[in-house]
């Protein structure tokens, strides 16, 4: 059974994408990922410059997902696109490079720069919980402001990828960039969450707050994913579904929520099988059922 998609004339061999920030660190790490089964893989979000990341720990456990503060590391610029061309080179399939910067203007420069390495797609992240100031996709008009400078620079595609986290609503936000000019739509960044060791009686992380994904995440991003279905779907924005998932019956309830594709990130951290796992098992249901990839899209959206 074919299980191929497309996103805006992008064929991906299968929905699942590597989401960002997991093991999208260097070319070599994302052809493993690929080779393991993956439909696409995303580059961690390259940043306008060199940057430390967030002291140690970075990343705590707890009953039901992860909360990471890496605090967006990254090379200098020049090294991460010489990074990206090379991935393009090794990895047989579509490369998304996700980008972030702390102005408008920031994104515009590093995205006109990836742009040019060729990935298949570019993904704005406008939405990393770990940031200093605002975080952008809170806002539709800072949202949108960024994708306007960014737009003709980008020949790709462009991802906009959105935060679970409502001050406006999710759907606001997905109006917004759409009518900037987003292609496409991933949902969701982690939830901003706090872990406190008691007996110290301080918070686990040295950034004190982080971005919650995992399990926990899951039902917030499932409602997410429906709630910018419902705005975006008589524009044909494809979405890209991604929190906690680890299994195919949840990357088939992210695609009837509304989704195209799944993004997976913290499962993959218990090991690159899980691609492979979540593809048979969807193979299975949708055989079982007699149903194609396509018609799950959206399905929960029936009354
Ligand atoms: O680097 C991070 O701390 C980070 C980023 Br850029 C992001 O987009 N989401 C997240 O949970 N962590």
Redesign the pocket.
Known sequence: MSLEVRLCGVRLRNPTVLA??VLGTSPHILKRVYDAGAGAVTTK?IGPRERE?HPNPVVVEFECGLL?????PSPPLEESVENLRRAVKLVKGSVIASI?GETAADFRHVASLVSEAEPAMVEL?I????VEGRIPALNPAESAKIVGAVRDVVKQPLIVKLSPTDTFTIKEVARAVVDAGADVIAAV??MPAMVIDVDFGRPVLSNRRG?M?GAALRPIAVRCVYDIYEEVADANVPIIGIGGVSSGRDALEMMMAGASAVGVGTAVLKGLDVFKRILAEMEEFLEKRCLSLAEVVGMAHGR
Do not use: D, E, Q
């Open positions: 960002a920030g979000s990341g990471n503060a890496v605090g967006l972030y992240n939405s990393c919980p770990n960044n982690t971005g994904s």
